[in-house]
């Protein structure tokens, strides 16, 4: 397991210094969560984040049956209307906060407002649904936001090597792609700090 990803596990329920010091502002960073419907924005930021989640989900009904796809998550009931919000403490003054984006086309208007501000992205991919996340990708390097392509690997879908994603995807070399579960915080934090670096990297002032 990656060093930083231990250090915070065993930090993680310790008060941090911009907490107990409030002379020490944190440096506060925002995170966006995109992909497609269903494909695991809402389960990602509940399972990291360090406060009870914000969630705007709402029960489908039978009014969205032509428009929302459920044939690769026939047990899904709800959906994110507006956004998802979390929030994690990365290091002594780091915080980063999650935002989730509503993945149905007709909700898309608040993507602007939602990376206002945002140092960089989650792409979220279902292998069985790759196209989904087309949109996103193609979002964010429209407007230049930096961005990783996180594999959220489910029950039963087929597994595919790094290299396979990438070109399916025709995601840039200097793109981050990985393999991750959006079910478990430590592929989640992993992910998240594979994002930081790359945000540094690509905007390093």
Known sequence: MDSAVSELLENEGQLQAWQT????????????????????????????????????????????????DLTATPEKTTTTVAMDFGRITLDDDLVLYLFGTPGQQRFWFMWDDLVRGAIGAVVLADTRRLSDCFPALDYFESCGLPYIVAVNHFDGSEEFEVVDVREALTVPPHIPVL?????????????????????????PE
Request: hydrophobic residues 45%; proline residues 3%.
């Open 21 to 68: 010091d409030r002379s020490r502002a944190p440096i506060a960073t925002k995170i966006v969560v995109a992909g497609g419907f269903g494909v695991g924005k809402t389960t990602l930021v509940t399972a990291v984040s360090e406060i009870t989640p914000l969630q705007t989900e709402a029960l489908m009904t039978q009014a969205s049956a032509d428009t929302d």
């Open 179 to 203: 393999i991750m579960d959006a079910r478990q915080r430590i592929s989640v934090i992993e992910s998240l700090l594979a994002l930081v670096g790359h945000a540094l990297d690509a905007t």
